[in-house]
């Protein structure tokens, strides 16, 4: 009874995440901050929502269902391939935007086109090269 | 008094309305990469509710077809990122 009062707290959780990142992708200015609303709270829904299925698994499990453990483990993979692709998406996507010259909303100076730390960092390493040579 | 597996098809039909939300920004979107936003957001969606799917017909094979879709989109998603970007590649 405590175990299904645990589940149905994890679905409303993770359905709150979930819809919250539709609203925000319709309700953000421009590609970065939809990027922030739709890539993180649907990462974060999708943690709680696969983490019922993967509480019922043990609780089928627990009751001698042999299904139980299949299902527990799988989505568990599910929820590792979810975990370890999404972060990794949406940093691409954000990359290819500004690469392709999207600017920010209200955006006043663009430090990443300065590039200010890359010029500071190959002088770095050529300062360390040369005393690394002597 | 609803059973526990039937509330996950409620759990799809909420996740089908985000589904719609994000459909409206990849028709709508003024740029490219809004559209591969919405799309990317799309496929997070799709994969929780075929996991949902799974547990309400109690069909383990469902969340099977969803670890293969999350991989492939993944792919899918990093190359229309590198074609954005443009250059050689």
Redo the contacts between chains.
């Keep these: 009874m405590i175990f ?1 009062f645990v ?2 707290i994890l ?1 409303g959780i ?2 709150f995440f ?2 919250l ?3 925000g ?2 309700r953000f200015p421009d ?1 970065y901050t ?2 922030h609303a ?2 993180k709270c ?2 974060f ?2 943690i709680f ?2 983490g019922s ?1 993967i509480l ?1 698994g043990l609780k089928m499990w627990w009751e001698k269902d042999t ?1 139980g453990s ?2 527990a483990i ?2 568990t ?2 929820l590792i ?2 975990l370890l ?2 972060p ?3 940093h ?2 954000a ?3 500004h ?2 010259g ?1 600017q920010p909303a209200h955006a006043v100076i663009d430090e990443l086109a300065q590039k200010p730390m890359e010029k500071t960092q190959k002088k770095d390493k050529k300062i360390n090269q040369q005393k690394g040579g002597d | 008094m609803i059973d ?1 597996y039937t ?1 996950y098809l409620l ?1 799809v039909s ?2 089908s ?6 459909l ?2 990849v028709l709508r979107g003024p ?4 559209r ?3 799309v ?2 799309i496929n ?2 799709v ?2 509710g075929m ?2 799917f ?2 309400a017909f ?1 069909e ?1 094979i469902y ?2 077809v ?2 293969v879709y ?2 492939l ?2 792919v899918s ?2 190359f ?3 074609y ?3 250059g050689d590649f």
């Design positions: 299904d589940i149905y679905i993770g359905i979930n819809v990142a539709g609203v992708l319709l590609v939809r990027l739709g890539t649907t990462t829904g999708s929502l696969i299925v019922i299904n299949v299902l799988h989505s993979l599910a391939a979810i692709t999404n990794v998406g949406a691409a996507i990359r290819a935007a690469r392709s999207v | 526990l509330t759990v909420a996740l309305l985000c589904v719609i939300l994000a409206i920004r740029t490219a990469p809004d591969v936003v919405g990317d957001t997070t969606i994969i929780v996991v949902a799974g547990v109690r383990v969340i099977d969803a670890i999350a991989l989109s993944f998603t990093l229309i990122a590198k954005l970007e443009g």
